[in-house]
Structures are given as structure tokens and as C-alpha cells.
């Protein structure tokens, strides 16, 4: 079994940053895919970033540039920051580890960019 305990959502003005982390307890290995989704209100949950074995990032285009993923293994946490953030990021972010075919999942936070 896994946990995933994200924080750093917040408002924030557009061209702001900010830094997501998801902190995961139980079995977790280098191995598996750490990453971040989002779903906006109305739209379905979306791929933003994820880290796989090796380190190997992948990013959705519209964050590519602006969003850097990281992981730090010792600590079983991943990393968002959001850089140069758009209205269009606004949205509740969740913390995702794929183990096998198993998926899990965080409770989400929430990222608004609003002026």
C-alpha cells in the first residue's frame, strides 16, 4: 500500500511560481513512475509530468518550459515547480505513483492563478 501526502497548492498572480510535494509512505521504489496530473473543473485529469525509472522525465506540451519534475528518491518525494504560470494551469493537482499496474493517488491540491 502507498500514501501520497501533496502540499504547496496556493493562489497565486499570473506569471507566478510555485512548488508542489508529494511525500510517499509505504513501498516505493526508484523503479516506479512518480508524477503529477491535474484536472480543471469540466475537463478530464491530465497527465502534467511524471518521472520514470531512470530518471527519464515527460511533460504535457503545455507545460514544457515552465514545469520542472524531480524526485528525490532517500526521501520517496516528488517535486513540481511551477514556473511562469497561466490562468489555463488553474486547477486541482494530484500526486500520482504507478507501481506495476497498480495507480495511486493523492487527495490533490489545489493551484488558482488569478489576478
Known amino acids: 500500500q502507498v500514501q501520497l501526502v501533496e502540499s504547496g497548492g496556493g493562489l497565486v498572480q499570473p506569471g507566478g511560481s510555485l512548488r508542489l510535494s508529494c511525500a510517499a509512505s509505504?513501498?516505493?521504489?526508484?523503479?516506479?513512475?512518480m508524477g503529477w496530473y491535474r484536472q480543471a473543473p469540466g475537463k478530464q485529469r491530465e497527465m502534467v509530468a511524471r518521472v520514470l525509472g531512470g530518471g527519464i522525465t515527460d511533460y504535457a506540451d503545455s507545460v514544457k518550459g515552465r514545469f520542472t519534475i524531480s524526485r528525490d528518491n532517500a526521501r520517496n518525494t516528488v517535486y513540481l515547480q511551477m514556473n511562469s504560470l497561466k490562468p489555463e494551469d488553474t486547477a486541482v493537482y494530484y500526486c500520482n505513483v504507478l507501481k506495476g499496474w497498480q495507480n495511486y493517488w493523492g487527495q490533490g491540491t489545489q493551484v488558482t492563478v488569478s489576478s
Open positions: 509505504g513501498s516505493v521504489s526508484s523503479t516506479n513512475v
